[in-house]
């Protein structure tokens, strides 16, 4: 129980963190009245937005909490709004903060690069530090309730399943927010930038452009907002689930049980104090903008590297005794697997879970060094699609959907040598761990991600604000590497995403020998209705995907009308003269999005159940467990290459453009720099809006299902 | 053996055909000396590439042939070497006819719609034939030999790796004519598009532009004899593993088992038959051009269908004898599987075989017309991706890459239902059926495609001859359906690969159980072994289309340069003055074609045997079958969506430009028609090259499978 405690006194440090450093750059200067009063329409928009957003899904989250209530009791029913509000509150203080800190970076900037820096990152690190710390606190916190003074066993099966509804909250509002969030920031960008770059021949950021405010809306509640859900999500499934297959695939003592279902709360705990260090790394020296993150990003990755054996070794006494041993359970038979390594049916170690999560750490890295690789301007990809602008759109398009393509190949194999690696340690629950170690830097990487709108948006501001171009152009220098760390940020919650997948699926296979131990359930690969379940798992990322693209482009088209009709209406906000009705496009906006994502975020709902049934009626309850278990994996097999590529595809095509805008292939103005403005215009909704979506999409298929057999066993 | 008769005779019937109508098409006349010139600058080209290309792939058939020849012996060898032949020459006569009906389906069409209709249908009409009447005769003709004069018995192990091995001669060819051509004739029309119509401003076809003979070229060579390869292949596949699996999975007596494995080849014949008839139905009317060539679909279709009962009852003798009975065998298990519905395990009767063709027949109907609504100018699709072109390039794409998600959504449906209806109906073998009745109607869909070419060609032709402006509008009439034509195939070939591959898997996991009984592989979804499998399957089409989509945009960049070049060189060129240099541009394209298309296309030969080596060295040989198993379904779960996505995506996108040519949003020369040649140009490669070559790399993924196990157990 102490590393419970240990484990929540991080969680209030992380939160602490977000307070002090809140203030710190509340403190700055905001810049003059003009700046301030374009950040007020920005901060109203966004509120406005998030308000609307948060009361649709209060209504859907109202329904869920009931039908919950009615089938699996009040302990589910409150872990569900947990997860649900907390995910709800990291997206909005993220957001909070971050409408706040854009003005203020764009000040900051005004003096030097190391200010704007400063405070964008702070920023970043608020809601980096609020996604980690708030996700601890609620898992640790609802753990230690249950198994103090709710004086439940941690194996218990109430606390199986409250811990999966906490999840299953978590999820289904990020889903709404990642989907309702990046519709809302495509539309607006793409819309503006047709009807204001293409159309009206005026600059990006232009504050003649209606469409302006709701753009800059936009990054806060889809890039930042949006984003801390999502990965507030992940961070509670991935811990979560690693939990709750301790809890039910080994066979242990109550306190080895104990000691081993709290190692992924002191792991957790541990890593955000190495992540609050590295914020303090972050510096320009001499190197680069993208160094300088590195440098926060590294030092929290190698100072977690020891503090993780601390916190193994405290957590489990001796590095060296077998855990599990004999009594390990394979999650589908009951018993060894054939072909299973012979250390997972011997049980494993700590030395074994550490060299699980060192790994774990490792992928983090190698996810991080190759989205730079796909995504970065110094790289072979960005600059094949730079150089295939020149012969105009068409190849700009071409040569970016073939990297995109070609993105997934190295992350996969990292992923399944990763799998292979630990399960060879320390079978699925080394997996779990792994997933574990992953997220446990959700905070430095959530930090980075994060900074990127902030500067996005001081970038807007400055050029509305009609500042000097000097600060535009520091603004510009920061939000370049905001393409890539944002790229990062998807692969690496896309990857954690697969390791915890399988994690999941053991826990189905688990749940069902549990609940249903006299139903023989096939999963083999030869049974056609694991191929049913696969094939319309793979479905569901490209229904999807459609979806949000649709979406995005629908309501970019309504952005393009409504702002023509304020230029035709009004010829004096051309000229200047007069200004234009931010507000009735951040409105329209809002409306189109919060309209848009309901249908596509019920997919992932409602598809599982739906499955379940119709092939029990047609074939059998068994067949049907098997279809909706298949179903599970394919939804992560196709979603894997369907996420990564569009969001390493898109940050490619955006940097692409950057490149081109630095001077090269004939620089702004070019043929070239058309072609690659038409590629950018293609990944917007392929990186920010479809691609990121596709991670809360898997989770929630998954979660849907563990409910859904604790509500058929209970019904 | 009256059955394999009765086939071979069909076989017959249609290469006699095709012999015939060729000679019909042949003696029409060929225009005047203009356009017999232009033609024999086609014919010179397509001969030139597909000489080369056929002795590139010779080398590396070599090597193949030496291999089997010391693994698995001469009868492999020669099934290898009577597939890798056959599929060489369905793709090169298809071509010979295809390059002599252009020039006369363009004289036809001086006359009439309905005169250059005939012709050019014909021309396909005899590739259509050819690839079906040979497949048949390939796979009849060594059957028989092997069971008649070679006195073996039907479900002699010889035979199954005999069988193998010629739809792995057929495949391995098939891959590298399907990427080479498809190469090629994207890399030419892309070429002479972005340097003639985009940079030079000269009308498509115009005889100044020194890449308008490539691009000819290219029709021939990518869709007529690549396409006719890749169809020969997919026959050959699935009408041999469907008699391959009934000799691995029925346990009865040599006569019924007999009767059973020749009931493919007898709807093979039948549907022969069925299929001429059908080319006699294409006929104007008063319908439009689409409906003319439905007319023929349709009555083949509808034809089938008694024809298949007849063939059937034939055959079998009795329809409502129970087949299989208790001795039916669960491919994985040896037993009945749990969840494995009643009539399955009970057997099945002739009755439920007839069903399970119906089906297949009702699949592929659906598949037309599923294809023709996300392909159609007259539906939403298209008209989304028009209508969204009117805001630019970006909106286009994203529309056009929106639609192609979502057009995977019906065909999974349909296909997931045929899954469960077959299996329910008649196991493993039920799918068997139903996919062999899909190909049955081979000889009728690629006559369909295969039309599309000769028309496009015809075109070309009348530009570049100067005929009047009513010849040309007359082809391009014909050609618009083209791309309709063109998805369907694709599509149809992509479906029956998704069921053929679950009969492949089913042969996979018994070849297994009888070469390595000590072996236990767990092919659960449990075991990280499969899931490695399936991640690392599914990898494959986004590798192999980002592959192809690169070479397409690298060559086509070659093909500018030298345009370029020539126009530099020579500026009498572009006055007309004097005689651009065809061959050169068409010698550089075949060089970046051969060269481009060797690495991609020995993707799936080695991928299977590099995972099954690595695992087994990991985690010991069950576990490396269990991969190996589970990378099969990977590639056809993934390969299924990348491929329809991006074969109705690229027709959606070709259409929508014409659907703005015909003078909608603006019409020829407006900025909507503008970013819809983008779309078009991103289409090409996605429908043209990457995604019709994951057909045949799927099923050389399954068969190098099948043939490494044979390997291993002789070895």
Known sequence: MTTVYLAMVCGVIAVLYGILTSAQVLRQSPGDAR??????????????????????????????????????????TVGFVIGAVLSGVAGYVGMTISVRANVRTAEAA?????????????????????????????????????????????????????????????????????????????????????????????????????????????????????MAADLFETYVVTLGVTMVSIALLIRASGEELMRLMTLPLAVGGVCILASIAGTYAVRLGRGSIMGA???????????????????????????????????????ATDAVTAGAPATAAAGFTGTDLFWCMAIGLAVTGLIVWITEYYTGTAYRPVKSIARASETGHGTNVIQGLAISLESTALPTLVIVIAVVATYQLAGIIGIGFAATAMLALAGMVVALDAYGPVTDNAGGIAEMAGLPDDVRSRTDALDAVGNTTKAVTKGYAIGSAALAALVLFGA???????????????????????????LLGALLPYLFGAFGMTAVGRAAGAVVEEVRGQFRDNP???????????????????????REMIV?????????????????????????FAALGAMLLGVIVSGLFVAISMTSGG???????????????????????????????????????????????IKITNIVALLLLAALAAG
């Open 651 to 697: 940050g490619a095509w955006d940097n692409a453009k950057k490149f081109i805008e630095d001077g090269n292939h004939g620089g702004k103005g070019s043929e070239a720099h058309k072609a690659a403005v038409t590629g950018d215009t293609v990944g917007d909704p392929y990186k920010d809006t479809a691609g990121p979506a596709v991670n809360p999409m």
């Open 600 to 624: 596509p975020s019920l997919l992932p709902v409602a598809s599982p159940i739906i499955l379940y049934f119709v092939i029990k009626q047609v074939a059998g309850q068994a067949s049907g």
């Open 35 to 76: 700046m301030q009063d374009i950040a007020a329409a920005i901060q109203e928009g966004a509120k406005a937005y998030l308000g609307r957003q948060y009361t649709t899904i209060a209504i859907v989250g109202v329904v869920v909490a009931v039908i919950l209530l009615a089938t699996l009791g009040t302990l589910s």
């Open 293 to 331: 993150l590195y440098k926060g990003f590294w030092t929290s990755a190698i100072l977690s590297l020891p503090l993780i054996w601390l916190a193994t070794s405290w957590t489990l006494g001796d590095m060296h005794a077998v855990i599990g041993g004999a009594g390990f359970l394979d999650p």
């Open 508 to 534: 189905y296979t688990t749940d069902l020998r549990t609940y249903f131990p006299d139903v023989t359930v096939d999963f083999s690969l030869s049974n056609p209705y694991v191929i049913v379940g696969l």
């Open 110 to 226: 005004r003096g030097s690069l190391q200010g704007g820096l400063t405070t964008a990152f702070r920023s970043g690190a608020v809601t980096g530090m609020l996604v980690a710390g708030l996700g601890l606190l609620a898992i640790a916190g609802f753990f230690w309730y249950l198994t103090g003074p709710g004086g439940r066993a941690p194996n218990d099966r109430a606390i199986v399943e409250a811990l999966t509804a906490l999840a299953f909250g978590a999820s289904l509002i990020s889903i709404f927010a990642r989907l309702g969030g990046g519709i809302f920031t495509k539309a607006a960008d793409v819309g503006a930038d047709l009807v204001g770059k293409v159309e009206a021949g005026i600059p990006e950021d232009d504050p003649r452009n209606p469409a302006v405010i709701a753009d800059n809306v936009g990054d806060n509640v889809g890039d930042c907002a949006g």
């Open 572 to 594: 004096g906000i051309m000229e200047g003269t007069s200004r234009p009705n931010y507000g009735r496009t951040v409105d329209l906006v809002t409306r189109a999005a919060i």
